[in-house]
């Protein structure tokens, strides 16, 4: 079933390539021009406003509406509206002196119009993806006109890789600040350097006038696209493409029937969540100690051999990265030093004796992504079940189901990301003890503290199996190795103004 699957992604390849009625351009040499072409599996509209972005709208928010901070190619902070900052010795504070900026119709951008846009922006993504890590901003004040502190309720050591999300560019009166502006309103999003245009003397802040359009001479310009993955590849090996963004785990059969190069593939190391994660837990799913024999069933290593380009591939048995471990907890599970084999045999020996008291267990609903490469994984993991004799019925992403795919980038590096996201607020099957040591934890002043108390609120989650933890997330792009401003990074985000030369600030 699995050559099964491959099959249908080259079929599929050689339909879309067909799609492209002209023969294959060539590989585009001007360096002033960029052509993004960003894997999306269902919103393909470009709408860089609202607080759920996809990844094509998230980049090109970020391109065109300045935060703060920002990331550069490498998913390093950077100046963005803000020139510099620092940080209070308690870890409470964060001062930013603003850059001598203007939005892009002119208009000088202003503490006092920063702080009031921050505030705004932030209570709109109090039910976004960000919404459980704003919490900790108490206020936004303007200092100066050019200075603006943001005051925490608890210590956030990572709180700069939070402000540079793309979520929290901003806009006033639909104006962002750059470093690039939209030239046209066709099918295609063109971006070119942002060109604001100069205001007369008597001319206030408040004084609104349409924006005007990128410096008509600068002939930096990127051309991003939003598509399916099939078209996205096919487009790339016919000529039509130069970048290929936000490629998931279950497009890479794609990658690999296309032939694309292992030279143009790019693989982010991103931290983050890759699992399952209960929706419902009904019957033999119902007790932990059950959810556990998922957990121990599935082969991890040889489930990610299964897609041989991404031979970095992680397996994870715990929650949160061991580069965020504290000293002294080990939140690992009991049998992570037994072998598969040993496993395997616990496992069966476990349903036996239920089902001789209980009955037969009804097979395990997975939910989904729609593509080749997941059928592969539920291939993976039903043939592990089976093994220890269980089994598991796989389903699309919008049918019910016992347990869902969960596959997120971490937007900082922090243990209260991962943690945040299981908690009862985020899950169905939840700990409510866990919880409250969470709280705990973002209540505590001491660091130290803190990061203990995350620490045993990990055991906890690691031991009730709401979550199963397989690998970390894959992220992928593809592009000629002398494409400039695009690296692997941490943090899997590519800006857009840096694949033409263009800086933030």
Request: glycine share 6%; charged share 25%.
């Amino acid at each position: 079933m699995i050559f099964a699957s491959r099959a249908n992604c080259l079929s599929m390849l050689a339909l879309v390539a067909a799609s492209f009625s002209l023969a294959a351009c060539g590989l585009a040499e001007d360096e002033d021009r960029a052509r993004v072409t960003v894997i999306e599996d269902e919103e393909w509209v470009i709408k860089p406003i609202g607080i759920d972005l996809t990844y094509a709208s998230a980049i090109a928010r970020s391109a065109i509406a300045k935060g703060l901070v920002g990331f550069d190619e490498q998913g390093r902070v950077v100046p963005s509206l803000a020139a510099r900052w620092i940080v209070t010795d308690d870890g409470m504070s964060y001062i930013f002196r603003l850059n001598d900026g203007q939005w892009n119709d002119g208009r000088p951008v202003t503490a006092e119009r920063v702080a009031t846009l921050l505030r705004e922006r932030i209570g709109e993504l109090s039910k976004s993806r960000l919404g459980p890590d704003l919490l900790s901003i108490d206020e936004i004040v303007p200092m100066t006109g050019r200075v603006i502190e943001i005051r925490l309720t608890s210590a956030h050591p990572n709180f700069l890789q939070l402000m540079a999300q793309p979520e929290l560019g901003l806009f006033r009166a639909g104006n962002g600040a750059g470093p690039m502006s939209r030239l046209d309103n066709q099918s295609t999003y063109t971006l070119g350097v942002m060109n604001p245009p100069q205001l007369d003397d008597d001319e206030t802040e408040d004084d609104e006038q349409p924006a005007d359009e990128a410096v008509a001479d600068d002939p930096r310009r990127v051309t991003l696209r939003s598509e399916s993955a099939a078209r996205a590849v096919a487009r790339y090996t016919a000529g039509y493409t130069d970048v290929v963004l936000n490629g998931k785990f279950h497009h890479l059969p794609l990658v690999d029937e296309a032939g694309v190069s292992t030279n143009d593939l790019r693989l982010d190391p991103v931290a983050g969540l890759f699992g399952f994660q209960f929706l419902r837990a009904n019957g033999f799913w119902a007790v932990p100690r059950n959810r556990e024999i998922l957990a121990m069933a599935i082969d991890r290593p040889a489930l990610l051999t299964s897609f041989p380009n991404v031979t970095a591939w992680q397996s994870r048995q715990k929650i949160i990265p061991e580069a965020l471990d504290v000293d002294g907890i080990d939140a690992r599970p009991g049998w992570a030093s037994m072998t598969m084999q040993d496993r395997q045999a616990f496992a069966r020996e476990h349903v036996a004796r239920w089902e001789a008291l209980e009955g037969p267990v009804l097979p395990l609903t997975i939910s989904l992504p729609d593509a080749a490469g997941a059928d592969i994984l539920f291939l993976r993991v039903q043939s592990d079940l089976r093994r220890v004799g269980l089994d598991a019925v796989q389903v699309g992403p919008d049918q019910p189901a016992d347990i869902r795919l969960v596959d997120e980038i971490a937007a900082y590096d922090s243990a209260k990301w991962f943690l945040y996201r299981l908690t009862c607020s985020q899950m169905s099957v939840c700990l409510n003890d866990a919880d409250t040591k969470i709280a705990e934890a973002e209540g505590a002043i001491n660091l130290q503290v803190k990061a203990r108390l995350y620490a045993e609120a990990e055991e906890m989650l690691v031991q009730h199996y709401s979550f199963i933890p397989l690998a970390v997330p894959v992220r992928w792009s593809i592009s000629r190795p002398s494409q400039q401003g695009l690296a692997v990074n941490p943090r899997g985000w590519h800006p857009l103004n840096l694949l033409v030369g263009i800086p933030i600030s």
